[in-house]
């Protein structure tokens, strides 16, 4: 009878079970992280795309809704401040839409698209307005008038509106680069906030929040 050493083959056998085992585990955890992997990818991809999703709606609202913007300079005191001012825009008037004379603009600027105004309209299209009501003081208190402005009356054309700043002898506007075609206005001021004031003031306005209202009055009295 062929006889067979059990010791040999048994500590054989778990030898390679031991070595299957092993396989087995590593291939197990592989695909364990591989799993963990793949589904922590749709977490990663939820989060990218709600995030380009908001960048895409913040957009849509800055450029077809609403923006709020600084604004900066002497030419429209003493509505505006000359630092520190921010706007409340709405992109319903963009291009001209609605706008009527006495509102406040936002408008790219004629003679240098990437610079931004902030005017008040002061003549509609078809209006006749006069170029320059200013005056100029000499340092003696007389008053100089440059006749020729002055005297001066222009057509509006159409699609185009007439905007100076509040603030008359420190403003560039249309006595400057004639008048402002419509399609370059941005949208309609209604609100500002100054960001020198106080957060909480004695009239309970939150940083010096106040309307821009359409102050302007027609020969017959009547306001817009």
Same mark, same amino acid.
């Given at each position: 009878?062929?006889?067979?050493?059990?010791?040999?083959?048994? =500590?054989?056998?778990?030898?390679?079970?031991?070595?299957?085992? =092993?396989?087995?585990?590593?291939?197990?955890?592989?695909?364990?992280?591989?799993?963990?992997?793949?589904?922590?990818? +749709?977490?990663?991809?939820?989060?990218?795309?709600?995030?380009?999703?908001?960048?895409?709606?913040?957009?849509?609202?800055?450029?077809?809704?609403?923006?709020?913007?600084?604004?900066?300079?002497?030419?429209?005191?003493?509505?505006? =401040?000359?630092?520190?001012?921010?706007?409340?825009?709405?992109?319903?008037?963009?291009?001209?839409?609605?706008?009527?004379?006495?509102?406040?603009?936002?408008?790219?600027? +004629?003679?240098? +698209?990437?610079?931004?105004?902030?005017?008040?309209?002061?003549?509609?299209?078809?209006?006749?307005?006069?170029?320059?009501?200013?005056?100029?003081? !000499?340092?003696?208190?007389?008053?100089?008038?440059?006749?020729?402005?002055?005297?001066?009356?222009?057509?509006? +054309?159409?699609?185009?509106?007439?905007?100076?700043?509040?603030?008359? =002898?420190?403003?560039?506007?249309?006595?400057?680069?004639?008048?402002?075609?419509?399609?370059?206005?941005?949208?309609?001021?209604?609100?500002? !906030?100054?960001?020198?004031?106080?957060?909480?003031?004695?009239?309970? !306005?939150?940083?010096?929040?106040?309307?821009?209202? !359409?102050?302007?009055?027609?020969?017959?009295?009547?306001?817009?």
């Amino acid at each position: 009878m062929e006889k067979y050493d059990l010791s040999v083959k048994s =500590s054989t056998y778990f030898q390679e079970k031991k070595g299957s085992l =092993s396989k087995d585990f590593k291939q197990y955890s592989a695909y364990k992280t591989l799993a963990m992997t793949v589904g922590a990818l +749709p977490i990663w991809s939820k989060t990218f795309s709600y995030a380009i999703r908001s960048l895409c709606l913040l957009h849509i609202i800055h450029t077809y809704a609403y923006e709020f913007t600084e604004t900066r300079g002497e030419s429209m005191l003493p509505t505006l =401040s000359a630092t520190n001012d921010y706007v409340h825009v709405l992109k319903h008037f963009q291009n001209g839409k609605g706008i009527k004379m006495g509102d406040c603009v936002v408008a790219l600027k +004629p003679t240098d +698209p990437n610079h931004r105004i902030c005017k008040r309209v002061t003549g509609m299209p078809g209006d006749m307005v006069l170029v320059d009501p200013s005056t100029i003081v !000499n340092h003696v208190g007389d008053v100089l008038v440059d006749e020729e402005r002055f005297s001066t009356y222009i057509k509006v +054309p159409e699609g185009h509106v007439w905007v100076t700043g509040d603030n008359l =002898s420190h403003s560039l506007d249309s006595r400057t680069y004639n008048a402002l075609p419509m399609g370059l206005i941005m949208g309609k001021i209604v609100a500002a !906030n100054n960001f020198d004031k106080p957060f909480w003031d004695s009239r309970h !306005n939150i940083w010096g929040f106040k309307w821009i209202k !359409n102050a302007f009055v027609d020969a017959n009295g009547e306001s817009n």
